[in-house]
């Protein structure tokens, strides 16, 4: 969760409502990265029930809160103080865009993944080239860099090995992890189960939002279902 400057509040005494209205901005700003339902609001019973709209909605007019769609209900919105960014756990981090899986940024970055691969068909590419690459590259955090991989282990177009530092391997260090396209086998790294060896649930980025119902889910899972036909 980061946090910004907290903007000044814009509340001049002369309304006889902004009391209630700083009641609720402090209670938002309590939450901070999580943000406050209009359930929640609504629990505090000083303040008349058919006022809050008005108040949160002036609120939002003054630049105090802003209201961020939650990735399993786009329906369902939290209202945050303007200084807080939505947690993780809100929004699907940083691969949702307005609580939508964002498919194409990820299938596009795949992509790249394989294409510098095959680029070096002839030798492996240790996980430091890769990060190093996109971090540069695409302005990505090495663990986005380490889920974009995962998924393509699962989707068994690349291979996770170890360097034995000898042949091939012989410009890395023993037990550093590379990657090649899948295709040929190399009988000089050993190579880790992938998500057609062991179930892919331990080697998904998402496996903390999965949950039966969810957006992301066993029984909507792709992953799941190749292992299972698998």
């Known amino acids: ?110 992509a790249k993944c394989v294409m510098i691969l095959e680029r070096h068909r002839h030798r492996v590419v240790t996980l430091d080239v890769m990060c190093a690459y996109f971090v540069k590259e695409e302005k990505l955090s090495e663990d986005q860099t380490k889920e974009i991989l995962k998924n393509l282990v699962l989707d068994n177009l690349i291979i996770e090995v170890k360097s034995t530092g000898m042949n091939e391997f012989a410009s890395t260090r023993i037990g550093e992890v590379c990657y090649r396209l899948t295709g040929k086998k190399s009988g000089n790294g050993e190579a880790r189960a992938g998500a057609f060896a062991s179930i892919p649930c331990g080697a998904c980025p998402h496996i903390g939002l999965c949950s039966p119902g969810g957006a992301i889910s066993p029984t909507t899972c792709v992953y799941f279902q190749k292992w299972l036909d698998f």
């Open 1 to 110: 969760m980061s946090k910004r400057k907290r903007p000044e509040p814009k509340l001049t005494g002369r309304d006889p409502n902004e009391a209630h209205e700083k009641k609720l901005l402090d209670f938002i700003r309590s939450k901070q990265g999580t943000g406050a339902t209009m359930y929640e609001l609504k629990a505090d019973k000083t303040i008349p029930p058919t006022m809050f709209t008005r108040l949160v909605n002036s609120l939002k007019k003054k630049g105090l809160i802003k209201d961020v769609p939650t990735m399993n209900n786009k329906g369902h919105k939290h209202f945050l103080a303007m200084e807080f960014e939505p947690d993780k756990e809100l929004t699907g981090g940083e691969w949702y865009t307005d609580g939508t899986l964002d498919v194409s940024k990820i299938e596009d970055l795949k």
